[in-house]
């Protein structure tokens, strides 16, 4: 099966109003931009997306949120981004917050066929309202559904033409375990190579998890720019 499209306008042609998705990345690190700009030209609506976190005001996924494309998101951190507040506020977007870690094993779990699991996360807290408990050796546990989408959209380095992914370095964040918890899973590359160039014990992402994969270029935004104040310069005595 030929898994390579041109571009992620190709790739991305079935996604549809309503379709629940998953992007990778941590703030603007390693996250699936090409995507996310076919989307929005795309003009789907009423989204449910899964991810870390809403990128940040004009980058990443608040291009989605400016363009109103998303009426429900699932995600663990949501600071970086005003619009985000301002909708949910006004009643525009539902979001559903959710301790990174449990986000992290809820996507890993919908991967890997597992529906639910104990967690002690949010246990005594507004985080276990309404969720089934357990205690376990004294200890209070949330019962945590596994989370799948209908895509999964992820961002890697290197890949081959059968969907093998190589990540770089903090890029992997979430985008390993989203890869395995999509219907449809559609990698973003910076370098497409051919079967047999990536080395097997490098591959974080076997080819069997992947569907769709198409090469762009990676823009590498920075969320917050911080430098060091260079030392002050000590005159020397004559």
């Known amino acids: 099966m030929n898994k390579v499209f041109s571009d992620a306008n190709l790739a991305l042609h079935d996604v549809r109003d309503g379709a629940s998705i998953m992007l990778g990345g941590f703030g603007l690190c390693g996250i699936p931009e090409a995507c996310i700009r076919a989307l929005v030209k795309r ?3 009423g989204l449910h ?3 870390n976190n809403m ?8 291009l989605m949120l400016e363009a109103g494309m ?26 559903n917050l959710i301790p990174q870690g449990t986000l992290a ?10 529906p639910a699991f104990y967690t002690p996360a949010g246990a005594g807290t507004m985080v276990a309202e309404g969720k089934e408990t ?5 200890k209070l546990y949330l019962l945590e559904m596994g989370l799948r989408a209908d895509f999964a959209l992820v961002k890697a380095w290197k890949g081959d033409r ?17 890869a395995t ?11 497409l190579v051919e079967p047999g160039e990536l080395d097997p014990d490098c591959i974080h992402t076997p080819g069997v998890y992947v569907q769709r994969i198409f090469s762009a270029h990676s823009e590498k935004h920075i969320e917050r720019r911080t430098v060091r104040q260079p030392p002050p310069i000590e005159e020397k005595k004559p």
């Open 162 to 178: 059968m969907g093998n992914l190589v990540y770089r370095r903090t890029a992997l964040n979430f985008n390993p375990m989203m």
């Open 43 to 45: 003009g789907v609506n």
């Open 134 to 138: 357990r205690s376990f050796n004294g």
């Open 70 to 95: 998303i009426v429900e998101h699932t995600g663990s951190y949501v600071g970086e981004n005003k619009l985000l507040e301002q909708q949910l506020i006004a009643g525009t977007i539902k979001v």
């Open 49 to 51: 997306t899964i991810s």
């Open 55 to 62: 990128g940040t005001d004009g980058h990443g996924m608040g």
């Open 181 to 191: 918890a999509g219907r449809i899973t559609i990698a973003e590359v910076e370098t």
């Open 105 to 114: 094993e809820r996507i890993r779990a919908g991967g890997a066929g597992i």
